[in-house]
């Protein structure tokens, strides 16, 4: 080839680069289809660590459990103590951790802080809940647990999906596409985060069920044989993100309470049987010895009936309203503190009512359809 050589354009590579940015451009655009209601679930509550959590003296951590069953206006009206819940949908010990240290940064000073920790949650590994820790994680924090847990895998992970919204969404985005090959209609994720989103944003945080109709105390379903292994133990990472959490609270004078909410009865007794119970238990009791500012509120054998269950572990709004008042109370009485007693069981049940404004979901459902109907 004489005189100058002549420039190669890789028009085929820049076409595909070009499809690729489309593409998850798309995706970004249209999150309320492609991102499950648990991922936004997780958004919203590492959100409210930085912007709701500060102005609140009391915060609340944990599962779908205690999301459901920690009522913030319940407990401000019974302890005259403003609450935040930010617990998420299969809550991880690390996302706690990292939640108290973002309100803590954004001048949060609350007096206690109360956790809940899922037996399940603890026994399994970081990756669990690979699908959720995009919408949570900065890059921060992403490399504090890939660095805890000695797994850089996680951390390219968890950063590709921050560049690249197909990743973190990808298993729904296969589910649309199965959907549309066989003729049906994807699951309406946008109408479900709606109800959630304005849900969360009613009561502070929390989910309020609606009461129970129908459930009678089953155990066939996948949630309670998730109770029911064969052995328990806690996973390293997830002991070690515990006492970082206490270790952080202490150092900032804040008082953990260590929250066990009820199972059902048939629930709690076969854990019991097999023994279950006395190991985790037996787990929560030993943080007591290190951590002064810890107490352990039991509501195990409180007699939560199957009545005020939406499922085996799930109270409905009557069971969580109870739960809220009873910790409310405690919270009032700074119950734990400054006393050698600090395993703290929970009052028997009774329904006890509440004036305070909530909405459960099937209300969200309501005011959301109502408004697009004026629309």
Known sequence: MSGRQRRIIPWGLLGMLALVLASERYVARHALDFTRPESWDWRLSGQAARKKAPKCQVLCFGTSRVQQAFVPQVVQERSGLRAWNLATCWGQAPSYYFMLRRALAAGGKPSAVVVEYHPQCLAGDHWQAVRFWPELLGPREGLDLAWTARDAEFLATTLLAHVFPSIKDRFQIRANVRAALRG???DDLAWNTLTIS???NKNRGALVA????RYQGDLSSPMAAGFLPESW????VNEGYIRRLLDLARSRGITVYWLIPPVTPELQARREQKGLDALYARF???????YPNLVVLDARRSGYGASV???PAHLDRQGACTLSAD?????RARVGIGTGRRWIA???????ATRVPMEDLSESQVALATRRTRR
Do not use: H, M, Q
């Open 198 to 200: 304005r849900n969360k």
């Open 309 to 311: 269950f939406l499922d």
């Open 284 to 290: 929560a009791r030993s943080f007591l010895d290190r």
């Open 233 to 236: 133990a806690c996973d390293p």
């Open 327 to 331: 910790v409310g109370d405690l919270l």
């Open 210 to 213: 609606i009461r129970n109709t």
């Open 346 to 352: 929970l009052p028997a049940y009774r329904d006890l």
């Open 184 to 186: 049906e209609k994807s």
